[in-house]
Every structure is written in C-alpha cells, then in structure tokens.
C-alpha cells in the first residue's frame, strides 16, 4: 500500500505514562496518513513501526489479523494473547520491539503519523532491551546506534544475525524499517536514531518489513541444517585466536562450526571465514509439539565440517566467557575449539569398537547406492533420510540392533534428483551417537 508525505509540518508530541522506557514522543503529522505495511512470516516474527498510530490498542491495531495471531510478546514478558483473551501489553509503545507468533504468513498495517527520530530519546536499561527502529528507511547499525557503540555488548535480529562491537561483527548490516531488534548494553545508556533521510515532497512508497533482504554479510551454511528462528537463543563468539583446529590443523575458509544438543540435533552453524565470527545456538520453540532446539541447562555441543574432504569431526570447547550451559539469551566466548580424527577398529570378534557412518557408494548416483554403519554395543538405531531444508523425507531403519556392521541399500527412484542429507542416530543407556552425511541424486 502507498502513502503520500509532505515534510515540514508543525510537530505534535504524544505522551506515554505506560512505558518505563520513555517519557514522550514526537511525531510529524501528515495530510495524509502514513501506512506501514510490515510482511509477516508464519512462526515468530520480531517486529516494530516507525509510525505513531492513530489508536494504540493493540485489539485496534492488530484487528485485521487476531485470528492468525498466536502470541505476542514485549521485552518484559507481558502477552497479548487473543485466543485466551489475555492483554497485558494493552497499548503499542513505538519505541519497543515485539515477538509475534502466526499461525500463518500475514500482513501488518499500522496507520499513522511518522516518528521524528532526531528527537525521539531512547533510554536502555542494563542488560537486554527490546527495540523498536523508528527511521523510514535502512541504515547500517555501526551508524544508526554510534553514539552507544561503547556501551554495546550484542544486537540482535529476528534471523539470530548479531552486531558485535568488541569483536568487529557484524552480521545485521542495515537496520530494517519493521524489525524489532534485541540489545544488550553494559550500562544504562540513552540515544536518539539519526533523523531521517528526507526526499523530494510528494513522493509516494510502500514500506515492506521482515522479508526484505538487504544485506547479505555472512555465508549461509551448506552442509549443517537445522531449524531458524525458534523464538529464542544464545550467542557464541568464536574470535580469531580461538583458532579451531581439526588434528592440529586451522580450518580453511568454507569450513563449517555446527552446534548440536546432547540428541545430536543440529541447533546452529556458521561457515569459517578466517575472521572473528559468531555462531547462534537456537533453543526449542515452545510454540511446536517437537523438539526443534536446545534445552535450557542442556550442554552444547560441536562438531566440525571439512569442505575439502566432506568429512565430519567431534569437536571438544573451552570458554574464556560462560561455561556453554544452554540459556536463552545466553552470551559465550569460545577460547578453544579442537577436533580430531577418530580411526575406527576392528575387534578380534569383527565388530566395531566405536560408532561409525561411512560415506554411501557410489555418490553421487542413480537410481540405488548403499549407506554403510557399524555400532559397537546393542542400541536403538534411526537412518533417516532429510532434503536440504531439513524436512525428513524418509526413515530407513527404526530399529534395535545388535552389534556389527550394517549394510543399507537405498532406491531413490522415488526421489527427485539434487542434494540430500541422512543422519545415523544411536542410543544406548546414556550413550548418544549422531552424525550425517550428504548424498546427490542424478536424474
């Protein structure tokens, strides 16, 4: 939907006696009225609006879409909760960010004046805060947050992305018009946003929110897979002296760092760029039946992709911030980060003396290839087949099975052709064995 501006109005400023954050704000009527159209994904969303509305109930703004919505939240944990008729938050504050859960993919229309933020004074309680960003359009976060760059300990966005000052990271880029951002800060600190850009009067636009993709600054994963954006997760810095070694050797550009739960569920990854970098663990989303994260008080875990050999390795942390004890939230520095080489014997009896996964041959192939495994000790064994979105495609083998080594042979014909992963998991008593390896299908 597009708006019409006109600039250099008279300026009317809006209280706010609710909010702990702010005293008051300022806004520029229009003739006009503003709409801000903020595109909205299924699942959570971080959201917020550089427009003061008209009505500031939240039944009013969100009216057109309370039946998709399963959740809100603000930064102090208060909900607005339609289906249960629970509103706690009551009233819009623009200068806080929300987490919104949907049912569905949706549109957010807020209608009214546009936010003045040269004059719009923030004040950060220590700690986390929830933000709102009141500019019109993007603005890199090393310039729109300067004058408290000092103050700084993390930024974060809905994608897990993170701004780290202190270790020269930055992942976020470009500030959004329609994101919400989550900021951690030594001390109290207050700021404005630097005021907006200002184009030629009577220049009509649409504002689009959380789909856009601005700014690309990090590479994506391409072989570890798991679940984004579950509502909630912690941040590990890996700084260039942590130096991650796999048999004493540094990792090349393209390897990749996977965080696992103690299930061997892949909850985060990052591809080594030979710089400072930041790994996001996500934790279990509490809106889903199945486990698609890490629990809080569960150990993280890691593991190592080599690109050249498109082998994995087990990889033992040490930390010189935090102790890797799961929590949302949660801030880790890793200090070490080593892998090895586990070579896989033989016992006199011909069983393996250790879980292994071996690459399927041929690969790649069509229509048929056969995945090989071995298992040291009796277990519940689970091969499972995933496409590189990490959607389970099929199950192999669901089964208890004695020690050995097991041969699988796999018909894709079923199959379309491309990329795929399948993932070996063994449990035993206390003992909990995953890994996963990618096969290509030709057709």
Not at 75 to 99: A, H, K, M, R
Not at 129 to 157: C, E, G, Q
Not at 381 to 402: D, P, R, W
Request: proline residues 6%.
């Amino acid at each position: 939907m597009k708006s019409g501006y006109t600039f250099s109005p008279p300026s009317v400023t809006y209280s706010n006696v609710t909010s702990n954050q702010i005293t008051n704000y300022t806004a520029t009527p229009q003739t006009t009225l503003l709409t801000h159209e903020i595109l909205l994904i299924k699942g959570w969303n971080m959201i917020s609006s550089f427009v003061i509305p008209l009505n500031s109930k939240l039944d009013s703004i969100f009216n057109n879409i309370k039946s998709n919505i399963v959740l809100l939240k603000d930064g102090s944990g208060s909900v607005f909760w339609p289906s249960l008729g629970i509103d706690q938050i009551v009233e819009w504050n623009v200068y806080s960010g929300y987490q919104i859960y949907l049912k569905n993919p949706d549109t957010l229309k807020i209608i009214g004046h546009l936010t003045k933020p040269e004059t719009t004074s923030y004040s950060l309680q220590k700690g986390w805060n929830l933000i709102s960003y009141i500019r019109k359009s993007p603005m890199n976060i090393d310039s729109a947050l300067s004058t408290i760059k000092a103050n700084i300990t993390i930024v974060k966005d809905n994608n897990g992305n993170v701004y780290w000052p202190k270790f020269n990271i930055n992942q976020i880029g470009l500030m959004r018009p329609g994101q919400g951002y989550q900021i951690n800060v030594i001390q109290q600190s207050t700021f404005n946003y630097p005021a907006n850009d200002q184009p030629s009067a009577n220049i009509n636009f649409t504002f689009r929110g959380l789909t856009d993709n601005l700014y690309n600054v990090t590479s994506e994963p391409v072989h570890f897979r798991f679940v984004k954006n579950t509502g909630n997760n912690a941040t590990v810095g890996i700084p260039l002296s942590a130096q991650p070694l796999v048999d004493n050797t540094p990792l090349e550009v393209g390897d990749e760092i996977g965080a696992f739960t103690p299930a061997g569920l892949c909850v985060g990854a990052v591809v080594w760029e030979n710089k400072n970098t930041a790994l996001t663990v996500w934790g279990d989303d509490e809106m889903t039946p199945e486990v698609d994260g890490i629990k809080p008080g569960e150990p993280i875990n890691y593991k190592i992709w080599k690109k050249s050999t498109d082998v994995e390795y087990q990889a033992t942390a040490t930390y010189s911030l935090g102790n890797g004890i799961y929590q949302p939230n949660a801030i880790f520095i890793l200090s070490t980060l080593n892998a090895k080489s586990t070579a896989v014997g033989i016992s006199d009896a011909g069983l393996p003396n250790a879980f292994i996964l071996f690459q399927n041959y041929p690969n790649p192939f069509n229509p048929t290839t056969t995945i090989k495994y071995g298992i040291p000790i009796k277990a519940h064994v689970k091969l499972e087949i995933y496409n590189t979105l990490g959607q389970k495609i099929e199950t192999l083998i669901n089964a208890v099975q004695e020690p050995g080594f097991y041969l699988i042979n796999l018909d894709a014909s079923h199959l379309s052709g491309g990329v795929y992963f399948y993932r070996l998991t063994a449990i035993s008593e206390n003992k909990i064995f995953s890994a996963s390896k990618k096969l290509t299908i030709l057709k």
